[in-house]
């Protein structure tokens, strides 16, 4: 299932310096929700992004079909079947969880840590109900 999906464009990348070689810091703005900004840490040995690029984002609670019932999610194993899935039409996939999320005064901050690489989500709390602490996601970017 989709919790939240969007164009977005990339504002800057290393902003404060690169600190590791296979990880570049994505500075990103949302094109339909044009209030909603992402910040991500991700591999760019094996997938590049650059200034100006832009490309369509998703965070799921699986990789099935919306119209399939989803055992795998249920038991928080990946489907290692070969089985049609929605990474299948991606480019770059990683899987992580929420591990903060921040309310301030008209916006808030969801943070969620793949495997070590970041991600903090920023707009209103409107464009983020289904995102709550704790959930496993799915992390999904395609150009």
């Known amino acids: 299932m989709a919790l939240f999906e969007d164009t977005f464009e990339v504002i800057d990348v290393d902003k404060e310096g690169k600190r590791f070689d296979r990880v570049s810091r994505l ?33 799921r609670t699986s990789l099935s079909d919306d119209t399939t019932v989803d055992v795998v999610s249920q038991s928080a194993e990946y ?27 008209k916006v808030v901050e969801i943070y969620a840590s793949f495997g070590g690489l970041l991600m903090c989500l920023k707009g209103p709390p409107n464009s983020f109900k289904q ?9 999904l970017i395609k150009k």
């Open 27 to 59: 500075e990103c703005r949302a094109e339909e929700q044009e209030d909603v900004t992402l910040r991500l840490d991700y591999n760019c040995e094996i997938y590049r992004l650059e200034i100006n690029n832009k490309f369509n984002f998703s965070l």
């Open 79 to 105: 489907d290692q079947s070969g089985d049609p899935s929605k990474a299948d039409s991606y480019e770059y996939v990683m899987y992580g969880k929420i591990f903060r999320v921040e309310p301030k005064k």
């Open 131 to 139: 995102l709550t602490m704790d959930k496993r996601i799915y992390l």
